[in-house]
């Protein structure tokens, strides 16, 4: 068992420009979380699926970021048309339920900085 | 509403013991947790207490919660350098998975 890992790691981009990040689960997790963290905040919820189903969706989601997960396994974070408040660290989790495990396990995050 | 406090500091000599507070406004925790950050590197779960515990112990981390005065405290045991980082609480409350966190407290273990 790998963890979870993200890619990139880090990412600069102008302002307006389109990003994507890929979070790949530990496998067999059914459960996959997106985090947003700023510096000195902690990680903020941004939305998870459980399999391919996206359960919840918090208001910090706005038009410009949509999450898939086509397949119940890896999972897409996309930002389009990117503005300087978007910078921030980027955090992927997954879990476990249907084991009756209630623990989210992280991966090491995708930096993003806008200019 | 969901909120979670944390104090923002904590220094400590190595080999004392230290204790982490949070407080959180939630009567609807299922769970509560902790996690360790250190810099630049991802979050790592280090333990977690079911909402109808009032302590959990697993080596040097003792976790103790109030349930009644919404208090949650994660005390380590002769703390070491390496235990220096940054440490989050967190909640999940009923009928979501969200974690809920705290801002984070950063502990520094000096000689």
């Known amino acids: 068992d790998t963890g979870v890992s993200q890619d990139p790691r880090h990412k600069i981009t102008k302002r307006g420009q389109n990003v994507t990040f890929r979070c790949d689960p530990i496998?067999?997790?059914?459960?996959l979380y997106w985090y947003r963290q700023t510096l000195g905040q902690g990680p903020e919820f941004l939305t998870y699926?459980?399999?391919?189903?996206?359960?919840?969706k918090s208001r910090l989601l706005s038009d410009r970021f949509s999450a898939e997960r086509p397949k119940g396994s890896f999972s897409t974070l996309e930002i389009q048309r990117t503005e300087q408040g978007d910078s921030a660290m980027y955090l992927c989790?997954?879990?476990?339920?249907?084991?009756?495990?209630?623990?989210?396990?992280f991966g090491p995050g995708t930096r993003l900085t806008v200019t | 509403g969901e909120d979670v406090e944390q104090s923002l500091f904590l220094s400590v000599r190595e080999g004392d013991s230290s204790v982490i507070n949070c407080t959180y406004t939630?009567?609807?925790?299922?769970?509560l947790y902790w996690y360790k950050q250190e810099p630049g590197a991802g979050l790592q779960l280090l333990t977690y207490?079911?909402?109808?515990?009032d302590m959990k112990q697993d080596q040097r981390l003792t976790v103790l919660l109030n349930k009644k005065d919404k208090h949650l405290s994660l005390r380590i045991a002769d703390t070491q350098t390496g235990d220096s980082a940054i440490y989050f609480c967190?909640?999940?409350?009923?009928?979501?998975?969200?974690?809920?966190f705290g801002t984070g407290t950063r502990l520094q273990v000096f000689p």
């Open positions: 989790a997954s879990s476990s339920r249907d084991r009756g495990l209630y623990e989210q396990y």
């Open positions: 496998s067999e997790h059914n459960r």
């Open positions: 699926f459980q399999n391919e189903a996206q359960l919840e």
């Open positions: 939630d009567s609807s925790s299922t769970y």
């Open positions: 207490i079911f909402s109808n515990m």
């Open positions: 967190a909640e999940t409350v009923y009928n979501t998975d969200k974690l809920i």
